[in-house]
């Protein structure tokens, strides 16, 4: 933090604490209290902005019922308290460990209202009220992101999920800005000169981290009458101008849709959305006002159909958040993925309604399981209920578990409980708890009561353990039938756990006419008699359409058929399962990578796919970086690069080019390979029909700089001057953490450790290139000094950053001796429980290589 600490505090002498001493963070005990005993919260905020300066100045008048008369804490932290009126009356600051103490001898029992004073810091990073510094034409922006609880870094406040509150909020500041809240506009006005009052109505009751505002030069963008608003900076207007109307259909859409199906109206009075640059999340689902990373909308690289439909998800999960999170609130954190599971697998669902032919349930696959299964098969995985007693460890909650497992397990639980009754438990649960908190047990109370029937071993395993089934198939034929037939599940992480399934088993037959059968495993074992007499297929897969959750691999005689059979099989989505059964069994190191690899390269020419064809060849590449030795390395990389190249360009697809086009930069290393990354930047080769954009050019170009092209200096300085904008400085700025040499390591890791050296996004966008994957003899030396900074990146940084410093850093590294730095600093270091699991999530991927290339020996 940059805010002066002098600053932090003031004390008042003479005034003891009640509290013998005001706790750390926000422990669940004292949210659960303060819940019981205010009531009625609303807050009316003013807050003054101005361009440049470190620090806004406001003032809030909190308005609360009070049952009982007791020491009350407010929550503040990094500001300073200017004055403090309670009833009227002037009142002692009290401020210690982030709470002010509302002096017991002023309040009373029933309303309170307590007025407030206070000066909270703005920077470009570090805190809640960010800057953003527009480089292209010099403005500036000012906007909020409070997630999980830093609405108390920029306001006092009662800072905890369910003490919803309604707000209404006053902006003042330049006269040229448009700011932007949950609530529409109540009133705009001369506030001194060159300034601008703009006072907001009063919000519907919501939850302090659900609160945001933005204000600066934006636009706004209309698509059409009547549709949803899109707001971007005013340098963005002429690029998010072709994207609004697809961004506005969308959002209808989906607002209809959402309305329809949970048979509750949009629970806001409107819906803006506003596209930040370098919002450090995809989207943050603020009640009646989204903000979307500008990133994430319009796109820096050349998009394929996959990326629009990506963003339509993106767009939807956080529309379907306004119901699930913003009307209906988890009572605390540990609930994360209620909100979190639920605006996925509805993203899912709704686009799956609008583009029917998109194959929608494939894509969920291709974009959800694979993070999940990663994360199961590690020591550090956690249940999807993570248990959370002190607020100030909730950032650790965000991850593949919540945004990946959790709405795996939802479909999983759609297809226990059948498309209807799922339905119509989530409408029971959201009429029930409308502008209001609930818990999981809520929600399973809901589905039980419309379906009848008990969810309890279901929930406990599901939503309360850690882990995941893996589940395997025997059967054998006698002449032409199938005589057995029989699955069996064992824990992934070998405990002795038992997770109920229910799967769909494909029996494959060369007449394209397979067999399907539903499953429901409840032991450890279980013979599928319907399976018997039937035709002996030519092999069989245990989870087809993706419906259960768990690793399902092949048995040895149908994986030899699939290997195959791959390139005929006409069902995609079956044929993209396959493809993952496949991975799933390299990186069990059942698999050697480079039949894997072998396999890639006769069958890519011919996949039709997009996304499956980009999803292969990202395996391909880790393979090549990761999983082989260098030897094989040096000897398959040239075909991959010639395939990459000749398919770039004759692939009849442009989707399909784009995708080979990346692939050529991620795994270019020859002088050919090279010399064709500099050919797409001179422009002397192209991809027909594909125009190149800002960051795949920087992709080109931070390819050379990391793999020392002789020719990579002048190439960064010809790039630098032809793209001078403000993303072009941050991408160049990444592009430099790619210089193999140690002088550069040194210089980018000290930046790393201080939050005011460069905006979040920037450290974010380098964190792999400095990690080259050719370079983990420079970057060795800095893995244990990661570590030794996560306490402090888990203070400082935004809620996905530590997850990519970590996998940055980790993912660098192919050797023993890394692995055993690791563990050397989980088994001696005192490390926070939530960071040791962050680490060994991480580790696995690493022990995975060292094991595969063990074993392989390749
Ligand atoms: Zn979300």
Redesign the pocket.
């Known amino acids: 933090m940059n805010w002066p600490a002098f600053l932090l505090f003031m004390f008042v002498g003479g005034v003891g604490c009640a509290w013998a001493q005001a706790p750390q963070g926000l422990p669940r005990d004292l949210a659960r209290e303060r819940a019981a005993e205010v009531s009625e919260v609303r807050y009316a905020l003013s807050l003054t902005l101005t361009p440049g300066a470190p620090a806004v100045s406001g003032e809030v008048e909190i308005r609360f019922n009070l049952r009982r008369m007791r020491p009350l804490l407010l929550d503040y932290r990094e500001g300073r308290i200017r004055s403090v009126q309670i009833n009227g009356i002037a009142s002692p600051v009290v401020v210690e460990k982030g709470h002010l103490e509302l002096f017991p001898g002023s309040l009373r029992r029933g309303e309170n209202t307590v007025r407030i004073q206070f000066v909270s810091p703005v920077a470009t990073a570090g805190t809640p009220i960010t800057r953003f510094e527009d480089r292209d034409d010099g403005s500036e922006y000012i906007y909020t992101l409070f997630v999980p609880m830093d609405a108390s870094m920029a306001f006092p406040c009662f800072d905890q999920p369910d003490l919803k509150a309604r707000f209404k909020l006053e902006v003042i500041a330049p006269e040229s800005w448009t700011a932007i809240s949950n609530a529409p506009a109540e009133s705009t006005a001369e506030a001194a000169p060159q300034q601008r009052r703009t006072a907001f109505e009063e919000t519907r009751p919501i939850s302090t981290y659900l609160f945001a505002f933005a204000a600066g030069p934006f636009r706004k963008l209309e698509g059409g009458p009547g549709m949803p608003a899109v707001y971007a900076r005013q340098s963005a207007v002429e690029r998010a101008r072709p994207e609004v109307e697809r961004l506005e259909r969308v959002t209808a859409r989906g607002i209809a849709y959402f309305a329809e199906y949970f048979a509750q109206p949009f629970p806001f009075p409107k819906y803006d959305t506003v596209l930040i640059p370098g919002l450090a999340?995809g989207?943050?689902?603020h009640a009646g006002a989204t903000f979307l990373r500008e990133e994430s909308v319009l796109f820096r690289t050349a998009p394929t159909n996959t990326d629009l439909l990506r963003r339509d998800v993106l767009v939807l999960?956080?529309l379907a958040?306004q119901w699930f999170?913003d009307l209906v609130t988890m009572r605390w954190f540990d609930d994360l993925w209620l909100?979190?599971g639920f605006?996925?697998y509805m993203a899912f669902h709704a686009l799956d309604a609008f583009e029917p032919g998109e194959n929608l349930w494939k894509r969920f696959y291709e974009s959800i399981k694979p993070a999940a299964y990663a994360i199961e098969s590690t020591q550090g995985t956690t249940p999807i209920y993570q248990d959370i007693p002190n607020l100030q460890d909730a950032k650790s909650a965000y991850g593949a578990i919540v945004?990946s497992k959790a709405p795996g397990v939802l479909k999983q639980l759609a297809f226990v409980l059948g498309a209807e009754q799922f339905r119509d438990g989530l409408r029971l649960y959201l009429r029930e708890h409308a502008y209001a908190n609930a818990e999981w047990a809520d929600l399973l109370r809901a589905l039980e009561t419309v379906s009848r029937q008990s969810l309890r071993i279901w929930a406990e395993m599901w939503i309360r353990r850690r882990g995941m089934p893996q589940v395997d198939v025997a059967w054998s034929c006698q002449g032409d039938r199938l005589s057995r037939l029989s699955l069996s599940q064992r824990d992934v992480l070998a405990t002795r756990d038992i997770w109920p399934t229910a799967t769909q088993i494909v029996l494959d037959y060369a007449s394209d006419n397979p067999v399907r059968i539903r499953v429901d495993l409840h032991g450890r074992t279980m013979d599928v008699p319907e399976a018997a007499g039937k035709p002996c297929p030519r092999f069989i897969f245990a989870n087809d359409q993706d419906y259960a959750y768990g690793r399902f691999l092949l048995d040895s005689r149908s994986r030899e058929e699939v290997m195959s059979r791959l390139g005929d099989m006409p069902d995609l989505f079956r044929r993209t399962l396959l493809w993952g059964s496949l991975w799933e069994s390299v990186r069990e190191a059942q698999l050697d990578p480079r039949t894997y690899l072998e396999l890639a390269a006769k069958l890519l020419p011919g996949e039709s796919d997009e996304a499956l064809a980009r999803s292969i060849l990202a395996r391909a590449t880790t393979a090549l970086h990761r999983y082989v030795s260098d030897e094989t390395r040096r000897r398959l990389v040239p075909g991959f690069e010639a395939l990459a190249a000749e398919q770039m360009v004759q692939s009849p697809d442009s989707d399909l080019r784009i995708g080979w086009f990346r692939a050529l930069h991620g795994l270019a290393e020859t002088p050919v390979g090279l010399g064709q990354l500099r050919d797409l930047l001179s422009g002397r080769l192209a991809v027909p029909g594909v125009e190149l954009r800002a960051l795949d050019r920087w992709n080109l170009v931070t390819a050379l700089v990391a793999m020392s092209d002789p020719e990579a200096a002048a190439v960064f300085i010809a790039e630098r001057q032809r793209d001078p904008s403000g993303d072009g400085q941050k991408y160049a700025y990444a592009a430099q953490a790619a210089r193999p040499d140690p002088e550069t390591k040194q210089k980018f890791f000290q930046e790393y450790l201080r939050t005011d050296a460069h905006p979040e996004d920037w450290t974010e966008q380098s964190l792999f290139p400095f990690n080259a994957w050719n370079q983990s003899e420079l970057t060795a030396p800095y893995l244990k000094r990661a570590l030794e900074a996560l306490p402090q990146i888990k203070s400082d940084r935004k809620i996905f950053f530590l997850e990519n410093w970590l996998d940055a850093f980790i993912y660098g590294q192919q050797s023993p001796a890394a692995q055993a730095e690791v563990h050397r600093y989980l088994d001696t270091a005192r490390v926070d429980q939530d960071l040791r699991l962050k680490i060994l999530e991480a580790v696995d991927e690493l022990d995975r290589t060292v094991a595969i290339r063990g074993k392989f020996s390749n």
């Open positions: 999340y989207g943050m689902e999960h956080e958040h999170g909100k979190e605006a996925q945004y």
